[in-house]
Protein backbone atom coordinates (compact mmCIF):
# COMPACT_ATOMS: atom_id res chain seq x y z
CA UNK A 1 0.00 0.00 0.00
CA UNK A 2 0.98 3.42 -0.93
CA UNK A 3 2.04 5.48 1.79
CA UNK A 4 0.09 8.41 0.76
CA UNK A 5 -3.16 5.48 0.95
CA UNK A 6 -2.27 4.61 4.86
CA UNK A 7 -2.45 8.15 5.65
CA UNK A 8 -5.62 8.18 4.40
CA UNK A 9 -6.65 5.44 5.86
CA UNK A 10 -5.54 6.44 9.18
CA UNK A 11 -7.37 9.80 9.40
CA UNK A 12 -10.89 7.08 8.02
CA UNK A 13 -10.21 4.98 10.92
CA UNK A 14 -9.61 8.45 13.83
CA UNK A 15 -12.63 9.54 12.29
CA UNK A 16 -14.82 6.11 12.99
CA UNK A 17 -13.10 6.26 16.48
CA UNK A 18 -14.48 9.66 16.91
CA UNK A 19 -17.63 9.12 16.04
CA UNK A 20 -18.30 6.04 18.19
CA UNK A 21 -17.65 8.75 20.91
CA UNK A 22 -20.11 11.01 20.21
CA UNK A 23 -22.38 8.29 19.05
CA UNK A 24 -21.87 7.02 23.24
CA UNK A 25 -21.65 10.74 24.53
CA UNK A 26 -25.24 10.68 22.93
CA UNK A 27 -26.57 8.13 24.20
CA UNK A 28 -25.44 9.41 28.01
CA UNK A 29 -27.28 13.05 27.17
CA UNK A 30 -30.67 11.09 25.86
CA UNK A 31 -30.31 8.47 28.98
CA UNK A 32 -30.45 5.57 26.69
CA UNK A 33 -33.41 6.58 24.70
CA UNK A 34 -35.73 7.81 28.04
CA UNK A 35 -34.86 11.81 27.03
CA UNK A 36 -35.86 13.45 24.13
CA UNK A 37 -33.06 16.15 23.16
CA UNK A 38 -34.82 19.05 21.32
CA UNK A 39 -33.52 22.15 19.99
CA UNK A 40 -35.16 25.69 19.06
CA UNK A 41 -35.86 29.32 19.53
CA UNK A 42 -37.97 31.40 21.90
CA UNK A 43 -39.03 34.64 20.30
CA UNK A 44 -37.71 37.79 21.79
CA UNK A 45 -39.29 40.95 19.27
CA UNK A 46 -37.17 40.14 15.98
CA UNK A 47 -34.52 38.37 17.78
CA UNK A 48 -34.48 34.94 19.35
CA UNK A 49 -33.08 32.90 22.23
CA UNK A 50 -31.54 29.64 21.11
CA UNK A 51 -32.60 26.84 23.96
CA UNK A 52 -31.98 23.22 24.02
CA UNK A 53 -34.75 20.82 25.78
CA UNK A 54 -34.20 17.74 27.80
CA UNK A 55 -38.00 16.15 28.05
CA UNK A 56 -38.03 12.54 29.69
CA UNK A 57 -40.52 10.73 27.69
CA UNK A 58 -42.48 9.73 30.37
CA UNK A 59 -43.46 13.68 30.93
CA UNK A 60 -46.87 13.67 29.43
CA UNK A 61 -50.16 16.21 29.33
CA UNK A 62 -51.55 13.77 31.83
CA UNK A 63 -48.44 13.00 33.83
CA UNK A 64 -46.95 16.45 34.34
CA UNK A 65 -43.16 16.51 35.47
CA UNK A 66 -41.72 19.17 37.39
CA UNK A 67 -39.07 21.34 35.36
CA UNK A 68 -35.80 23.31 36.04
CA UNK A 69 -34.21 26.46 34.00
CA UNK A 70 -30.10 25.92 33.98
CA UNK A 71 -28.55 29.45 33.43
CA UNK A 72 -24.68 29.07 32.32
CA UNK A 73 -22.40 31.38 33.09
CA UNK A 74 -20.13 34.47 30.94
CA UNK A 75 -18.15 33.04 27.82
CA UNK A 76 -19.91 29.57 27.76
CA UNK A 77 -23.12 28.76 25.85
CA UNK A 78 -26.24 25.96 26.87
CA UNK A 79 -23.80 22.85 26.59
CA UNK A 80 -21.84 23.77 29.85
CA UNK A 81 -25.25 22.70 31.73
CA UNK A 82 -25.34 19.25 30.39
CA UNK A 83 -24.28 17.86 33.75
CA UNK A 84 -26.99 19.24 35.47
CA UNK A 85 -29.33 19.15 32.50
CA UNK A 86 -28.50 14.87 32.31
CA UNK A 87 -28.60 14.21 36.01
CA UNK A 88 -32.17 16.26 36.51
CA UNK A 89 -33.31 14.66 32.96
CA UNK A 90 -32.70 11.19 33.84
CA UNK A 91 -34.35 11.15 37.17
CA UNK A 92 -37.57 12.91 35.40
CA UNK A 93 -37.48 16.69 35.21
CA UNK A 94 -38.24 18.69 32.34
CA UNK A 95 -34.67 20.88 31.72
CA UNK A 96 -34.42 23.88 29.75
CA UNK A 97 -31.02 25.41 29.07
CA UNK A 98 -30.81 28.57 26.60
CA UNK A 99 -28.07 30.58 25.48
CA UNK A 100 -28.22 34.25 27.50
CA UNK A 101 -27.73 37.34 25.95
CA UNK A 102 -24.48 37.42 23.76
CA UNK A 103 -23.75 33.85 23.69
CA UNK A 104 -24.16 30.89 21.86
CA UNK A 105 -26.61 31.24 19.08
CA UNK A 106 -29.38 33.90 20.75
CA UNK A 107 -29.26 36.84 18.54
CA UNK A 108 -29.58 39.81 21.44
CA UNK A 109 -26.09 40.95 22.58
CA UNK A 110 -25.29 41.93 26.07
CA UNK A 111 -26.04 45.44 25.05
CA UNK A 112 -29.84 44.07 25.96
CA UNK A 113 -28.63 42.96 29.50
CA UNK A 114 -27.85 47.20 30.00
CA UNK A 115 -26.30 49.09 31.68
CA UNK A 116 -25.39 52.11 34.13
CA UNK A 117 -22.75 54.67 34.31
CA UNK A 118 -21.57 53.50 38.19
CA UNK A 119 -20.16 50.60 39.59
CA UNK A 120 -20.41 48.65 43.21
CA UNK A 121 -17.01 47.53 44.58
CA UNK A 122 -18.32 45.27 47.57
CA UNK A 123 -21.42 43.46 47.84
CA UNK A 124 -24.59 45.79 46.50
CA UNK A 125 -25.76 47.04 50.01
CA UNK A 126 -22.59 47.31 51.59
CA UNK A 127 -21.06 50.34 49.42
CA UNK A 128 -21.48 53.82 50.19
CA UNK A 129 -20.19 56.78 48.35
CA UNK A 130 -18.06 57.77 51.31
CA UNK A 131 -15.59 55.00 50.91
CA UNK A 132 -15.40 55.10 47.51
CA UNK A 133 -17.06 51.62 46.79
CA UNK A 134 -20.03 53.36 45.11
CA UNK A 135 -18.41 55.04 41.98
CA UNK A 136 -18.96 56.94 39.02
CA UNK A 137 -17.84 55.24 35.61
CA UNK A 138 -17.44 56.34 31.65
CA UNK A 139 -16.05 54.40 28.86
CA UNK A 140 -17.31 52.21 26.13
CA UNK A 141 -20.94 50.64 26.38
CA UNK A 142 -18.49 47.19 26.55
CA UNK A 143 -16.89 48.68 29.80
CA UNK A 144 -19.66 49.36 31.38
CA UNK A 145 -21.80 46.39 30.64
CA UNK A 146 -18.52 44.05 31.83
CA UNK A 147 -18.62 46.09 35.01
CA UNK A 148 -22.13 46.07 35.88
CA UNK A 149 -22.75 42.05 35.92
CA UNK A 150 -23.59 42.20 39.92
CA UNK A 151 -26.05 44.68 39.08
CA UNK A 152 -29.43 43.38 38.61
CA UNK A 153 -32.77 44.60 37.14
CA UNK A 154 -34.98 44.15 40.00
CA UNK A 155 -32.35 46.42 42.24
CA UNK A 156 -34.14 49.58 43.46
CA UNK A 157 -33.75 53.01 41.35
CA UNK A 158 -30.13 54.06 43.21
CA UNK A 159 -28.19 50.71 41.74
CA UNK A 160 -30.13 50.15 38.70
CA UNK A 161 -30.30 53.59 36.87
CA UNK A 162 -28.63 56.41 36.42
CA UNK A 163 -29.03 60.05 35.65
CA UNK A 164 -28.16 59.75 32.10
CA UNK A 165 -30.94 57.65 31.09
CA UNK A 166 -29.59 54.27 30.89
CA UNK A 167 -30.91 51.34 33.05
CA UNK A 168 -30.47 48.32 33.51
CA UNK A 169 -32.85 46.79 31.85
CA UNK A 170 -32.78 42.30 32.01
CA UNK A 171 -30.39 40.98 34.50
CA UNK A 172 -31.77 37.47 33.66
CA UNK A 173 -30.21 37.58 30.22
CA UNK A 174 -33.59 36.70 28.60
CA UNK A 175 -33.90 33.89 31.68
CA UNK A 176 -36.82 34.84 32.62
CA UNK A 177 -38.69 34.49 28.99
CA UNK A 178 -37.27 31.11 28.93
CA UNK A 179 -39.11 30.96 32.55
CA UNK A 180 -42.08 31.60 31.05
CA UNK A 181 -41.69 29.32 28.04
CA UNK A 182 -40.98 26.46 30.46
CA UNK A 183 -43.81 27.10 32.70
CA UNK A 184 -46.38 26.86 29.60
CA UNK A 185 -45.50 23.25 28.48
CA UNK A 186 -48.26 21.22 28.56
CA UNK A 187 -46.42 18.21 30.16
CA UNK A 188 -44.62 20.54 32.72
CA UNK A 189 -46.14 20.87 36.36
CA UNK A 190 -45.56 24.86 36.69
CA UNK A 191 -46.16 24.95 40.56
CA UNK A 192 -42.93 21.99 40.69
CA UNK A 193 -40.18 24.43 39.22
CA UNK A 194 -36.46 25.41 40.13
CA UNK A 195 -33.67 27.59 38.66
CA UNK A 196 -30.05 27.47 38.76
CA UNK A 197 -26.93 29.20 37.37
CA UNK A 198 -22.82 29.50 37.49
CA UNK A 199 -21.15 32.61 37.71
CA UNK A 200 -23.25 34.72 35.70
CA UNK A 201 -26.13 32.36 35.26
CA UNK A 202 -26.22 32.94 39.04
CA UNK A 203 -27.29 36.33 38.72
CA UNK A 204 -30.02 35.83 36.11
CA UNK A 205 -31.40 33.11 38.34
CA UNK A 206 -31.55 35.69 41.28
CA UNK A 207 -33.44 37.89 38.44
CA UNK A 208 -35.93 35.28 36.78
CA UNK A 209 -36.96 34.75 40.91
CA UNK A 210 -36.97 38.25 42.03
CA UNK A 211 -38.83 38.71 38.64
CA UNK A 212 -41.44 35.66 39.47
CA UNK A 213 -41.74 35.81 43.21
CA UNK A 214 -45.17 35.22 45.06
CA UNK A 215 -46.40 33.90 41.81
CA UNK A 216 -47.92 30.43 41.81
CA UNK A 217 -44.65 29.25 39.28
CA UNK A 218 -42.39 30.54 41.50
CA UNK A 219 -39.32 28.94 41.93
CA UNK A 220 -39.53 26.42 44.37
CA UNK A 221 -35.36 26.38 44.73
CA UNK A 222 -32.52 28.30 43.26
CA UNK A 223 -29.38 26.60 43.42
CA UNK A 224 -26.25 29.08 42.59
CA UNK A 225 -22.70 27.56 41.43
CA UNK A 226 -20.70 30.38 42.35
CA UNK A 227 -22.95 32.69 43.05
CA UNK A 228 -22.94 36.63 44.94
CA UNK A 229 -24.83 37.32 48.19
CA UNK A 230 -26.77 41.07 48.52
CA UNK A 231 -28.31 42.82 51.44
CA UNK A 232 -32.16 42.90 51.62
CA UNK A 233 -31.58 46.66 51.09
CA UNK A 234 -31.38 46.86 47.91
CA UNK A 235 -34.61 45.65 46.45
CA UNK A 236 -37.84 45.40 47.59
CA UNK A 237 -37.76 42.53 50.24
CA UNK A 238 -41.31 43.44 51.27
CA UNK A 239 -42.58 41.92 47.98
CA UNK A 240 -39.70 40.02 46.45
CA UNK A 241 -38.49 36.60 48.87
CA UNK A 242 -36.79 33.85 47.62
CA UNK A 243 -37.36 30.35 47.90
CA UNK A 244 -34.78 27.61 49.06
CA UNK A 245 -31.52 28.96 48.10
CA UNK A 246 -28.29 26.65 47.88
CA UNK A 247 -24.85 28.28 47.70
CA UNK A 248 -22.05 26.11 46.04
CA UNK A 249 -19.02 27.77 47.17
CA UNK A 250 -15.62 27.07 45.15
CA UNK A 251 -13.02 27.09 47.60
CA UNK A 252 -10.36 28.52 44.92
CA UNK A 253 -13.12 30.45 42.86
CA UNK A 254 -10.98 33.38 40.66
CA UNK A 255 -13.47 35.73 40.80
CA UNK A 256 -13.30 37.97 43.72
CA UNK A 257 -16.84 39.34 43.96
CA UNK A 258 -18.05 35.72 44.53
CA UNK A 259 -15.86 35.19 47.41
CA UNK A 260 -16.92 38.19 48.79
CA UNK A 261 -13.90 40.29 48.01
CA UNK A 262 -11.64 38.49 50.45
CA UNK A 263 -8.53 36.70 49.33
CA UNK A 264 -9.58 33.26 50.44
CA UNK A 265 -12.74 31.37 51.28
CA UNK A 266 -12.76 30.28 54.83
CA UNK A 267 -14.76 30.85 58.22
CA UNK A 268 -13.99 34.61 58.27
CA UNK A 269 -16.31 34.62 55.16
CA UNK A 270 -18.94 32.02 56.48
CA UNK A 271 -19.20 33.87 59.23
CA UNK A 272 -19.41 37.35 57.82
CA UNK A 273 -22.76 39.36 58.35
CA UNK A 274 -23.82 38.86 55.00
CA UNK A 275 -23.22 35.07 54.98
CA UNK A 276 -25.20 34.68 58.48
CA UNK A 277 -28.10 36.96 57.20
CA UNK A 278 -28.13 34.45 53.94
CA UNK A 279 -28.42 31.38 56.39
CA UNK A 280 -30.88 33.26 58.91
CA UNK A 281 -28.37 32.34 61.60
CA UNK A 282 -25.55 34.07 63.99
CA UNK A 283 -21.89 33.82 63.40
CA UNK A 284 -21.79 31.45 66.08
CA UNK A 285 -23.80 28.47 64.48
CA UNK A 286 -23.14 29.43 61.05
CA UNK A 287 -21.36 26.41 59.17
CA UNK A 288 -20.88 25.20 55.79
CA UNK A 289 -22.63 22.09 54.39
CA UNK A 290 -25.63 22.66 56.49
CA UNK A 291 -29.09 23.03 55.94
CA UNK A 292 -31.01 25.82 57.60
CA UNK A 293 -34.60 26.82 57.76
CA UNK A 294 -37.40 24.41 55.78
CA UNK A 295 -38.29 23.45 52.27
CA UNK A 296 -42.41 23.41 53.12
CA UNK A 297 -41.86 27.33 53.52
CA UNK A 298 -38.97 28.19 51.52
CA UNK A 299 -36.65 29.53 54.51
CA UNK A 300 -34.09 26.32 53.56
CA UNK A 301 -30.59 27.71 53.32
CA UNK A 302 -27.31 25.95 52.71
CA UNK A 303 -23.74 26.71 51.42
CA UNK A 304 -21.41 24.09 50.63
CA UNK A 305 -17.62 24.30 49.94
CA UNK A 306 -16.46 22.23 47.04
CA UNK A 307 -13.05 21.87 47.18
CA UNK A 308 -12.42 23.01 43.17
CA UNK A 309 -11.76 25.98 41.11
CA UNK A 310 -14.58 28.32 39.57
CA UNK A 311 -15.16 26.82 36.02
CA UNK A 312 -14.67 23.24 37.08
CA UNK A 313 -17.56 23.70 39.39
CA UNK A 314 -20.69 23.11 36.58
CA UNK A 315 -18.97 19.35 36.44
CA UNK A 316 -17.91 18.43 40.50
CA UNK A 317 -19.57 15.11 41.63
CA UNK A 318 -20.23 16.30 45.00
CA UNK A 319 -21.92 19.59 44.37
CA UNK A 320 -24.12 17.99 41.81
CA UNK A 321 -25.36 15.24 43.70
CA UNK A 322 -25.76 17.90 46.52
CA UNK A 323 -27.38 20.36 44.27
CA UNK A 324 -29.60 17.21 43.42
CA UNK A 325 -31.13 16.18 46.64
CA UNK A 326 -31.92 20.30 47.09
CA UNK A 327 -34.13 19.75 44.10
CA UNK A 328 -35.88 16.95 44.93
CA UNK A 329 -36.76 18.28 48.14
CA UNK A 330 -38.25 21.23 46.60
CA UNK A 331 -39.48 20.11 43.85
CA UNK A 332 -39.83 15.71 44.17
CA UNK A 333 -38.33 14.40 41.70
CA UNK A 334 -40.09 11.48 40.36
CA UNK A 335 -37.57 9.20 38.97
CA UNK A 336 -34.99 8.02 42.51
CA UNK A 337 -31.81 7.40 41.37
CA UNK A 338 -28.93 7.79 44.32
CA UNK A 339 -28.07 11.69 44.33
CA UNK A 340 -24.43 10.09 43.83
CA UNK A 341 -25.06 8.00 40.84
CA UNK A 342 -23.43 10.75 38.44
CA UNK A 343 -23.06 9.96 35.36
CA UNK A 344 -22.77 13.39 32.93
CA UNK A 345 -19.13 13.10 33.40
CA UNK A 346 -18.79 10.45 30.68
CA UNK A 347 -20.40 12.00 28.51
CA UNK A 348 -17.87 15.08 28.60
CA UNK A 349 -15.01 12.28 28.25
CA UNK A 350 -16.21 10.99 25.71
CA UNK A 351 -16.64 14.66 23.77
CA UNK A 352 -13.29 15.42 24.67
CA UNK A 353 -11.92 11.89 23.43
CA UNK A 354 -13.85 12.46 20.20
CA UNK A 355 -12.45 16.28 20.19
CA UNK A 356 -8.99 14.70 20.38
CA UNK A 357 -9.34 12.23 18.24
CA UNK A 358 -10.09 14.51 15.60
CA UNK A 359 -7.38 17.11 15.77
CA UNK A 360 -4.99 14.04 16.19
CA UNK A 361 -6.39 13.17 12.48
CA UNK A 362 -4.96 16.66 11.64
CA UNK A 363 -1.24 14.78 11.08
CA UNK A 364 -1.89 12.32 8.97
CA UNK A 365 -4.32 14.84 6.75
CA UNK A 366 -1.43 17.00 6.48
CA UNK A 367 0.99 14.21 5.46
CA UNK A 368 -1.47 13.11 3.07
CA UNK A 369 -2.05 16.44 1.40
CA UNK A 370 1.61 17.04 1.35
CA UNK A 371 1.55 13.68 -0.91
CA UNK A 372 -0.63 15.34 -3.86
CA UNK A 373 1.41 17.16 -6.11
CA UNK A 374 -0.52 20.46 -6.33
CA UNK A 375 0.99 20.56 -2.93
CA UNK A 376 4.82 19.65 -2.99
CA UNK A 377 5.82 23.67 -3.54
CA UNK A 378 4.66 23.37 0.49
CA UNK A 379 7.42 21.43 1.41
CA UNK A 380 10.77 22.97 1.62
CA UNK A 381 14.14 22.55 3.04
CA UNK A 382 14.82 23.66 6.79
CA UNK A 383 17.16 26.82 7.03
CA UNK A 384 20.47 25.74 7.22
CA UNK A 385 22.19 25.42 10.90
CA UNK A 386 24.87 27.84 9.94
CA UNK A 387 21.84 30.46 10.34
CA UNK A 388 21.06 29.50 14.01
CA UNK A 389 21.94 31.91 16.54
CA UNK A 390 24.63 30.78 19.18
CA UNK A 391 23.88 29.19 22.88
CA UNK A 392 24.12 33.06 24.01
CA UNK A 393 21.28 34.52 21.57
CA UNK A 394 19.03 31.73 21.62
CA UNK A 395 18.90 31.81 25.49
CA UNK A 396 18.77 36.01 25.22
CA UNK A 397 15.83 35.75 22.71
CA UNK A 398 13.75 32.72 24.51
CA UNK A 399 14.17 34.41 28.12
CA UNK A 400 12.65 37.49 25.95
CA UNK A 401 9.85 36.28 24.73
CA UNK A 402 8.68 34.12 27.27
CA UNK A 403 8.69 37.02 29.98
CA UNK A 404 7.38 39.07 27.83
CA UNK A 405 4.02 37.12 27.03
CA UNK A 406 3.98 36.33 30.51
CA UNK A 407 4.52 40.11 31.96
CA UNK A 408 1.84 41.66 29.39
CA UNK A 409 -0.51 38.85 29.19
CA UNK A 410 -2.15 40.21 32.71
CA UNK A 411 -2.80 43.54 31.63
CA UNK A 412 -3.11 44.06 27.85
CA UNK A 413 -6.00 41.19 28.19
CA UNK A 414 -7.89 43.18 30.64
CA UNK A 415 -7.35 46.31 28.53
CA UNK A 416 -8.60 44.94 25.36
CA UNK A 417 -11.30 43.53 26.95
CA UNK A 418 -12.88 46.76 28.36
CA UNK A 419 -11.35 49.40 27.16
CA UNK A 420 -9.17 49.11 23.76
CA UNK A 421 -11.27 51.83 21.65
CA UNK A 422 -12.31 49.62 19.01
CA UNK A 423 -15.45 49.91 17.18
CA UNK A 424 -17.93 48.30 18.83
CA UNK A 425 -20.14 47.33 16.32
CA UNK A 426 -17.21 45.92 14.19
CA UNK A 427 -15.16 44.33 17.00
CA UNK A 428 -18.30 42.16 19.07
CA UNK A 429 -16.29 39.73 20.74
CA UNK A 430 -15.43 40.72 24.66
CA UNK A 431 -13.12 38.05 25.25
CA UNK A 432 -11.96 37.89 21.92
CA UNK A 433 -10.93 41.59 22.28
CA UNK A 434 -8.95 40.74 25.61
CA UNK A 435 -6.89 38.65 23.20
CA UNK A 436 -6.41 40.87 20.10
CA UNK A 437 -5.63 43.37 22.70
CA UNK A 438 -2.29 41.28 24.14
CA UNK A 439 -1.87 39.96 20.40
CA UNK A 440 -1.74 43.65 19.31
CA UNK A 441 0.98 44.60 21.99
CA UNK A 442 3.40 41.57 20.76
CA UNK A 443 2.53 42.01 17.52
CA UNK A 444 4.35 45.57 17.11
CA UNK A 445 6.96 43.81 19.60
CA UNK A 446 7.74 41.05 17.14
CA UNK A 447 7.62 43.62 13.79
CA UNK A 448 10.00 45.56 15.31
CA UNK A 449 12.59 42.89 17.02
CA UNK A 450 12.31 41.18 13.56
CA UNK A 451 13.34 44.34 11.47
CA UNK A 452 16.57 44.47 14.02
CA UNK A 453 17.19 41.13 13.68
CA UNK A 454 17.39 40.93 10.12
CA UNK A 455 19.49 43.90 10.14
CA UNK A 456 21.89 42.13 12.27
CA UNK A 457 21.54 39.33 10.53
CA UNK A 458 22.75 41.33 7.26
CA UNK A 459 25.93 43.16 8.70
CA UNK A 460 26.96 39.67 9.46
CA UNK A 461 26.48 38.21 6.23
CA UNK A 462 24.04 36.12 7.14
CA UNK A 463 21.27 35.98 4.63
CA UNK A 464 17.42 36.12 5.80
CA UNK A 465 14.85 33.63 4.61
CA UNK A 466 12.73 35.25 2.00
CA UNK A 467 9.19 35.15 2.15
CA UNK A 468 8.18 33.06 -0.67
CA UNK A 469 4.37 34.46 -1.46
CA UNK A 470 3.78 31.67 -3.59
CA UNK A 471 4.91 28.87 -1.31
CA UNK A 472 2.74 31.27 1.79
CA UNK A 473 -0.34 30.71 -0.58
CA UNK A 474 -0.50 27.07 -0.95
CA UNK A 475 0.09 26.90 2.86
CA UNK A 476 -2.57 28.63 3.21
CA UNK A 477 -4.88 26.99 1.16
CA UNK A 478 -3.29 23.46 2.84
CA UNK A 479 -4.46 24.81 6.08
CA UNK A 480 -8.09 25.95 4.85
CA UNK A 481 -8.45 22.66 3.36
CA UNK A 482 -7.31 21.04 7.11
CA UNK A 483 -10.21 23.30 8.79
CA UNK A 484 -12.79 23.01 6.40
CA UNK A 485 -12.41 19.38 7.34
CA UNK A 486 -12.30 19.49 11.05
CA UNK A 487 -15.65 22.18 10.52
CA UNK A 488 -17.39 19.84 8.32
CA UNK A 489 -17.04 17.00 11.14
CA UNK A 490 -17.78 19.06 13.79
CA UNK A 491 -20.98 20.21 11.79
CA UNK A 492 -22.17 16.69 11.58
CA UNK A 493 -21.92 15.74 14.69
CA UNK A 494 -24.06 18.81 15.64
CA UNK A 495 -26.86 17.43 13.04
CA UNK A 496 -26.64 13.72 14.11
CA UNK A 497 -25.52 13.97 17.41
CA UNK A 498 -26.56 17.69 18.75
CA UNK A 499 -23.00 17.98 20.38
CA UNK A 500 -20.01 19.74 19.12
CA UNK A 501 -16.35 19.24 19.50
CA UNK A 502 -15.81 20.81 22.74
CA UNK A 503 -14.82 19.94 26.74
CA UNK A 504 -17.06 21.43 28.73
CA UNK A 505 -16.71 24.90 27.77
CA UNK A 506 -17.09 25.94 23.85
CA UNK A 507 -14.01 25.28 21.84
CA UNK A 508 -14.90 24.62 18.36
CA UNK A 509 -18.71 25.41 18.19
CA UNK A 510 -19.95 25.94 14.40
CA UNK A 511 -20.88 29.09 13.48
CA UNK A 512 -24.32 30.67 12.55
CA UNK A 513 -23.80 33.69 10.24
CA UNK A 514 -23.07 36.64 12.57
CA UNK A 515 -20.32 34.52 14.32
CA UNK A 516 -18.54 33.65 10.99
CA UNK A 517 -18.25 37.52 10.14
CA UNK A 518 -16.74 38.15 13.14
CA UNK A 519 -14.40 35.05 12.26
CA UNK A 520 -13.59 37.50 8.98
CA UNK A 521 -13.19 40.31 11.08
CA UNK A 522 -10.49 39.03 13.85
CA UNK A 523 -8.55 35.94 11.44
CA UNK A 524 -6.10 38.68 10.05
CA UNK A 525 -4.40 39.83 13.47
CA UNK A 526 -4.71 36.35 14.81
CA UNK A 527 -2.87 35.46 11.50
CA UNK A 528 -0.37 37.80 11.72
CA UNK A 529 -0.15 37.28 15.44
CA UNK A 530 0.48 33.24 14.63
CA UNK A 531 2.70 33.54 11.58
CA UNK A 532 4.94 36.66 13.39
CA UNK A 533 5.21 34.03 16.85
CA UNK A 534 6.10 30.65 15.14
CA UNK A 535 8.54 32.76 12.66
CA UNK A 536 10.52 33.82 15.51
CA UNK A 537 10.58 30.30 17.46
CA UNK A 538 10.57 28.15 14.72
CA UNK A 539 12.94 29.94 12.92
CA UNK A 540 15.39 32.39 14.98
CA UNK A 541 15.24 30.15 18.06
CA UNK A 542 15.23 27.07 16.88
CA UNK A 543 17.58 24.16 18.26
CA UNK A 544 19.48 21.29 16.69
CA UNK A 545 16.76 18.60 17.99
CA UNK A 546 14.68 20.14 14.76
CA UNK A 547 17.23 18.27 12.43
CA UNK A 548 17.23 15.33 14.58
CA UNK A 549 15.40 12.51 13.07
CA UNK A 550 12.69 10.46 14.14
CA UNK A 551 10.67 10.53 17.30
CA UNK A 552 13.50 11.63 20.13
CA UNK A 553 13.98 14.72 17.82
CA UNK A 554 10.50 15.41 17.29
CA UNK A 555 10.04 15.71 21.36
CA UNK A 556 13.41 18.24 22.07
CA UNK A 557 12.33 20.09 19.09
CA UNK A 558 8.53 20.27 20.37
CA UNK A 559 9.19 20.79 23.96
CA UNK A 560 11.47 24.07 23.37
CA UNK A 561 8.78 25.11 21.29
CA UNK A 562 5.81 24.42 23.69
CA UNK A 563 8.03 26.39 26.78
CA UNK A 564 8.64 29.69 24.16
CA UNK A 565 4.47 29.41 23.26
CA UNK A 566 3.43 29.11 26.73
CA UNK A 567 6.24 29.75 28.99
CA UNK A 568 4.89 33.33 30.08
CA UNK A 569 1.16 32.03 30.63
CA UNK A 570 2.71 29.11 33.06
CA UNK A 571 4.89 31.59 34.92
CA UNK A 572 1.11 33.44 35.23
CA UNK A 573 -0.14 30.26 36.44
CA UNK A 574 2.07 29.47 38.61
CA UNK A 575 2.06 33.57 40.29
CA UNK A 576 -1.93 33.11 40.23
CA UNK A 577 -2.13 29.45 41.94
CA UNK A 578 0.75 29.13 44.00
CA UNK A 579 -0.10 31.35 46.77
CA UNK A 580 -3.91 30.50 46.22
CA UNK A 581 -3.19 27.10 46.92
CA UNK A 582 -1.54 28.51 49.99
CA UNK A 583 -4.10 29.91 51.56
CA UNK A 584 -2.79 33.62 50.87
CA UNK A 585 -4.83 34.61 47.70
CA UNK A 586 -4.76 34.83 44.14
CA UNK A 587 -1.62 35.96 42.82
CA UNK A 588 -2.85 38.18 40.45
CA UNK A 589 -5.35 39.93 42.84
CA UNK A 590 -2.29 40.42 45.48
CA UNK A 591 0.08 41.78 42.69
CA UNK A 592 -2.07 43.79 40.65
CA UNK A 593 -5.26 44.27 42.01
CA UNK A 594 -8.74 42.47 41.55
CA UNK A 595 -9.49 44.26 38.25
CA UNK A 596 -6.49 41.82 36.60
CA UNK A 597 -8.03 38.54 38.66
CA UNK A 598 -10.79 36.73 37.43
CA UNK A 599 -12.22 35.98 33.49
CA UNK A 600 -8.35 36.00 32.19
CA UNK A 601 -6.98 34.04 35.20
CA UNK A 602 -9.82 31.58 35.12
CA UNK A 603 -9.49 31.59 31.12
CA UNK A 604 -5.56 29.84 31.60
CA UNK A 605 -7.12 26.30 32.15
CA UNK A 606 -8.77 26.60 28.61
CA UNK A 607 -5.87 28.36 27.14
CA UNK A 608 -2.47 26.34 27.95
CA UNK A 609 -4.27 23.15 26.85
CA UNK A 610 -4.90 24.86 23.62
CA UNK A 611 -1.08 25.96 23.43
CA UNK A 612 -0.19 22.46 24.05
CA UNK A 613 -1.94 21.46 21.15
CA UNK A 614 -0.93 24.47 18.44
CA UNK A 615 2.91 23.63 19.52
CA UNK A 616 2.51 20.26 18.57
CA UNK A 617 0.93 21.20 15.62
CA UNK A 618 3.23 23.93 14.71
CA UNK A 619 6.20 21.86 15.39
CA UNK A 620 5.03 19.12 13.08
CA UNK A 621 4.32 21.48 10.50
CA UNK A 622 7.84 22.97 10.60
CA UNK A 623 9.35 19.72 10.58
CA UNK A 624 6.80 18.40 7.13
CA UNK A 625 7.65 21.57 4.83
CA UNK A 626 10.52 23.36 6.22
CA UNK A 627 8.48 26.92 7.32
CA UNK A 628 6.33 28.25 9.56
CA UNK A 629 3.52 29.18 7.57
CA UNK A 630 1.17 26.06 7.78
CA UNK A 631 1.51 25.59 11.35
CA UNK A 632 1.00 29.25 11.72
CA UNK A 633 -2.10 29.20 9.71
CA UNK A 634 -3.35 26.49 11.38
CA UNK A 635 -2.88 27.19 14.72
CA UNK A 636 -4.54 31.28 13.57
CA UNK A 637 -7.60 29.90 12.61
CA UNK A 638 -8.32 27.20 15.45
CA UNK A 639 -7.49 29.51 17.81
CA UNK A 640 -9.88 32.55 16.15
CA UNK A 641 -12.55 29.88 16.30
CA UNK A 642 -12.29 29.22 19.37
CA UNK A 643 -12.90 33.03 20.34
CA UNK A 644 -15.38 33.51 17.61
CA UNK A 645 -17.17 30.44 17.76
CA UNK A 646 -17.56 30.90 21.55
CA UNK A 647 -16.94 34.48 22.79
CA UNK A 648 -19.66 36.45 24.39
CA UNK A 649 -20.95 39.62 22.12
CA UNK A 650 -22.11 42.66 22.64
Not at 103 to 116: A, D, E, F, I, P
Not at 214 to 230: D, S
Not at 305 to 316: A, D, E, G, K, V
Not at 505 to 515: I, L, S, Y
Request: hydrophobic fraction near 45%; charge should be neutral; charged fraction near 20%.
Amino acid sequence: MKKKNIFLLLCICLIALASVFMMLADRIQGDHGLVEIIDGQIALGEDHIAYKLYKPVSASAEEKAPAVLLLHGYQNDHETCAAYAIELARRGAVVLCPDEYGHGYTSSGLLKRGYVDHVVKVNYGNDSVEDGTFKQISGSKRYRVLMNFSNLSFFNDHYSKDDHGNAILDSSCGGSLAYDFLAGLDYVDNTRMAVSGHSMGTWSSWTVAANHANMPIAPKAIVLQCGELFTDSVYDSKNISFNNVLLLQAKYDEFSYFRDYQRVVDDKLLKSDLRTSFLKTDAENAKWNTTYGNFSDGTARRMELLNTNHRLTTHHEHGLAVALEWFDKAIDLPVDIPYDNIVANKKETLVLGAMLTILTSLFPLMAYLLEIPFFADVRQPLPSEDTMLDKKGLRKGALITVLLSGATFPFMTQLGHALLPLPESVFRMTVGNGFLGWYLLLIIVMLVTSFITRNKNKKKGIENEKFQFGVFLKSLLLACVMIAYVYVIDLVYCMVFDLDLRYIWPFFKPFNMMRFLQFLVYIPFFALFYYLNNSKIMRDLRTKSLYRKGLVGFIGNWFVNFLLMAGGVMIIVLIEYIPFFAGIGPGADLLFGSTFGGPFMSILILFVPQVLFFSILCTYAYRMTGRAYTGAMLAAMLACWIVTGGSSFL
